[in-house]
C-alpha cells in the first residue's frame, strides 16, 4: 500500500511511469504475470518509439496491388482498421491533425496511401498518441 501511495503522488514524467506500473500491476493480477509483461513489452514497442512489428499492434494484410497506381484512400483505410467509426469521423481527424502514416502527419483528406508509404513490408498508422494500426503490404 506504500508503494501506491508513493505512485499517487508522482507528477510529471513520473506519473506515466506510475500508471504504467499499475498498469502491469493490474494485468499481473488478472492475467499472470507472463501476459502482464508480454502487454508491457508491446507497448513500449507501440509507444516508445520502438519495434512496431510484433502481435501488440492491431493489424492486417494488404495487398500490393492495392497500392500501386492511384493507391489505397486513407479513411477507408483509417475506417477499416477501426481507428475511425466512419469517412466522416476519419475526415475530421486529418483535418485537425491527428492523422499519420508512419511518422508524417497527414493534412489531406483526399490522401492516398501508395507503395511510398510502405516501410519494411508495412504502412503505420497512426491516430493521436496512443491508437495504432498496422497495415501488413504483401
Known amino acids: 500500500m506504500d508503494r501506491v501511495r508513493e505512485l499517487e503522488s508522482a507528477e510529471g514524467k513520473a506519473i506515466n511511469d506510475a500508471k504504467a506500473q499499475l498498469a502491469f500491476e493490474v494485468t499481473r493480477l488478472v492475467h499472470g504475470e507472463a501476459e502482464a509483461q508480454r502487454c508491457l513489452d508491446g507497448a513500449k514497442k507501440a509507444f516508445g518509439g520502438g519495434d512496431v512489428t510484433g502481435d501488440s499492434i492491431p493489424s492486417a494484410s494488404l495487398a500490393a496491388a492495392d497500392l500501386e ?5 486513407l479513411l ?3 475506417v477499416g ?7 466522416g469521423e476519419a475526415r475530421r481527424l ?4 491527428g492523422v499519420r502514416i508512419g511518422d508524417a502527419v497527414v493534412k489531406d483528406i483526399a490522401r492516398k496511401v501508395t507503395a511510398g508509404d510502405v516501410t519494411e513490408g508495412y504502412v503505420l498508422l497512426r ?3 496512443k491508437k495504432l494500426f498496422r497495415y501488413d503490404v504483401s
Do not use: I
Open 76 to 78: 477507408s483505410l483509417m
Open 127 to 129: 491516430v493521436g498518441k
Open 69 to 73: 497506381g492511384e493507391g489505397a484512400g
Open 94 to 97: 486529418v483535418q485537425g491533425g
Open 81 to 87: 482498421a477501426k481507428l475511425a467509426s466512419s469517412n
